[in-house]
């Protein structure tokens, strides 16, 4: 079983940056692709962003491109989302998925593990 622990979400200002954590953990966490996705109110669950596990390669929805980075540190059990130029059509829940495999995906379908989310509102 893999866990993960969101953080780092908040209000914000449009243009404003925001960086938000996800802390994974469990014994069969290990080999995992990445991703962060998000929620607004009314609409489905979409992708933003995902890293793959060996060459920390990344992937960007069109929406985010230019503006969010993913990264992991090290240890690859922490990822991260650093957001920048934030836009009000930003704001979402935004929520930290592995999937047992290290390749990207952009399906929701194709992560296993989900964390409990974590707001993000970026005012106009």
């Known amino acids: 079983q893999v866990q993960l622990v969101e953080s780092g979400g908040g209000l914000v200002q449009a243009g404003g940056s925001l960086r938000l954590s996800c802390a994974a953990s469990?014994?069969?966490?290990?080999?995992?692709?990445m991703a962060w996705f998000r929620q607004a109110p009314g609409k489905e669950r979409e992708f933003v962003a995902a890293?793959?596990?060996?060459?920390?390669?990344?992937y960007y929805a069109d929406s985010v491109k230019g503006r969010f980075t993913i990264s992991r540190d090290n240890a690859k059990t922490t990822v991260y989302l650093q957001m920048n130029s934030l836009k009000p059509e930003d704001t979402a829940v935004y929520y930290c998925?592995?999937?047992?495999?290290?390749?990207?995906?952009?399906?929701?379908?194709?992560?296993?593990?989900w964390g409990q989310g974590t707001q993000v509102t970026v005012s106009s």
């Open positions: 998925s592995a999937r047992t495999g290290p390749g990207i995906r952009i399906r929701r379908d194709d992560y296993d593990y």
């Open positions: 469990g014994r069969t966490f290990g080999g995992n692709a």
């Open positions: 890293v793959s596990w060996g060459l920390g390669s990344t």
